[in-house]
């Protein structure tokens, strides 16, 4: 029986599934005195995601993003922006 409860307790994360990301994005909304809003996007938004028995409610991870890949629609901002990062 002990065998048999350890095997079954080591085999657990073999039932977890990974999960991929497809396709995401990340906007930073921010308001400036002279500029009325800056929204930089980020596209490469990177994922490690993970679900047990394909219930929804057990979906567990990380998400993350670099701050050097956010871009908008002024591009002089944003090289002021890294600088500043």
Same mark, same amino acid.
């Given at each position: 029986?002990? /065998?048999? @409860?350890?095997?079954? %307790?080591?085999?657990?994360?073999?039932?977890?599934?990974?999960? $991929?990301? *497809?396709?995401?994005?990340?906007?930073?909304?921010?308001?400036?005195?002279?500029?009325?809003?800056?929204?930089?996007?980020? /596209?490469? @938004?990177?994922?490690? %995601?993970?679900?047990?028995?394909?219930?929804?409610?057990?979906? $567990?991870? *990380?998400?993350?993003?670099?701050?050097?890949?956010?871009?908008?629609?002024?591009?002089?901002?944003?090289?002021?922006?890294?600088?500043?990062?």
């Amino acid at each position: 029986m002990k /065998n048999l @409860l350890i095997v079954l %307790l080591l085999s657990l994360p073999l039932l977890a599934m990974d999960l $991929k990301l *497809k396709e995401g994005s990340v906007v930073a909304h921010t308001e400036m005195l002279m500029d009325s809003e800056i929204n930089p996007t980020n /596209n490469s @938004l990177k994922a490690e %995601l993970s679900i047990q028995n394909s219930d929804i409610t057990t979906i $567990k991870g *990380k998400f993350w993003v670099d701050m050097i890949g956010f871009i908008s629609s002024k591009t002089d901002r944003d090289e002021s922006m890294y600088k500043e990062i």
